[in-house]
């Protein structure tokens, strides 16, 4: 956790500790996997580990580390975990639930991996996240502030985003259930036009829910919303692709106006954010923003009309976006730089 709390820095002294302390983690990570059996606090580290990869340009590593979790995860048997039958608050319930928590927290954290287009191509570390796999709890739930209606006669799949009220883990469950969806469908080249119509009406339906639920809670969702905003991107980008090999020309439109729609609405995050960044606590920024902004700023340069001034503003947005992210995570540095260099700036 120490690790993760890290920083990027001007200093290079600092940095270089920085280097040092991942190197040594990383290395006490891959020995001690040879002396001690498979345990849930190994999964938990290593998917800990995977996600600073991640924020840091180390998606290679990051690959690794997150497959090696989840062989260990499924050494112990996380990845059958359900939600518990036990009674609250016993010890034998708080290592279920613990268990379905954690599987959670790796799934999502390999997706997140496999958004990458470097990754493209790859098989995922786990299963595909089935519509009967049951919500996790909520970290507030698991630390003891327990709603005491949450038996397991109330507890909910992951299909269930009809549910009005969720928790930001739930949500950020559920929004890698659509995720994983999209991607399936990709990989299995899947060119039916119902299965974009279908697809992109659930990802927009659970962002419509999420963003409403957020309200003025800036951080609270916002993993769920950059994983939903992922999820549309990929899917329309390639069903752009998909109908104009088809030559469906009205069905190719439809999808480029709706990534129109789906950037637009990125950059009104966007300048909400630039409006608040003093307010903002830079280390709630996730690895998955600088995501975002990289297909945001995609799209926009792949416009006929790239060079309207409106783009142009809304590049420059991004740009102090990932200025701001700069400061969480070093992973932004070539996506910040790529534009300037697009635009001869």
């Known amino acids: 956790m120490h690790l993760m709390a890290q920083q990027p820095s001007s200093d290079f002294d600092v940095d270089q500790d920085r280097e040092i302390l991942y190197l040594a983690t990383k290395t006490l990570f891959t020995q001690v996997q040879t002396f001690i ?24 590593a990051a690959y690794i580390t997150i497959g090696t979790a989840a062989r260990l995860a499924s050494a112990i048997g996380i990845d059958t975990a359900q939600c518990s039958q036990e009674l609250q608050g016993s010890d034998i319930w708080f290592d ?6 954690t599987w959670w927290g790796l799934m999502i954290c390999d997706r997140n991996i496999a958004c990458d287009s470097r990754m493209s191509g790859r098989p995922m570390a786990v299963r595909p996240i089935r519509d009967e796999d049951y919500l996790p709890l909520e970290p507030a739930d698991l630390a003891g502030d327990i709603d005491y209606s ?3 006669a ?13 928790g930001k883990f ?24 119902q299965t974009f119509v279908t697809l992109g009406y659930e990802l927009q339906t659970l962002l419509g829910k999420v963003i409403r639920q957020v309200a003025e809670q800036r951080t609270t969702y916002c993993g769920a919303i950059h994983t939903l905003l992922v999820g549309l991107y990929i899917l329309h980008r390639f069903a752009v692709e998909a109908m104009a090999m088809e030559n469906e020309p009205e069905w190719t439109e439809t999808m480029r106006v709706t990534l129109n729609t789906i950037t637009r609405m990125t950059i009104d995050i966007v300048y909400g954010f630039n409006k608040a960044t003093h307010t903002y606590p830079v280390e709630a920024l996730a690895p998955a923003v600088q995501h975002v902004a990289r297909c945001a700023q995609e799209h926009i340069m792949a416009c006929d009309n ?12 991004l740009r102090q976006l990932l200025k701001s992210f700069n400061t969480r995570w070093s992973l932004a540095g070539d996506v910040y730089r790529r534009p300037s260099s697009d635009l001869g700036n």
Not at 37 to 60: D, F, K, T
Not at 96 to 101: H, K, M, P, R, S
Request: aromatic letters at 8%; charged letters at 25%.
């Open 306 to 317: 790239f060079q309207d001034t409106q783009w142009q503003q809304d590049l420059e947005e």
């Open 150 to 152: 949450m038996s397991p």
């Open 96 to 101: 279920e639930e613990e268990a379905l928590a």
């Open 170 to 193: 739930g949500r950020e469950a559920q929004a890698t259930h659509l995720l994983d969806k999209v991607k399936r469908a990709v990989d299995l080249m899947e060119t039916d036009s």
């Open 154 to 166: 109330f507890r909910y799949f992951v299909s269930a985003v009809s549910l009005p009220t969720l």
């Open 37 to 60: 059996p498979s345990s849930m606090c190994l999964v938990q580290a290593g998917v800990i580990l995977a996600s600073y990869e991640r924020g840091h340009e180390r998606i290679e």
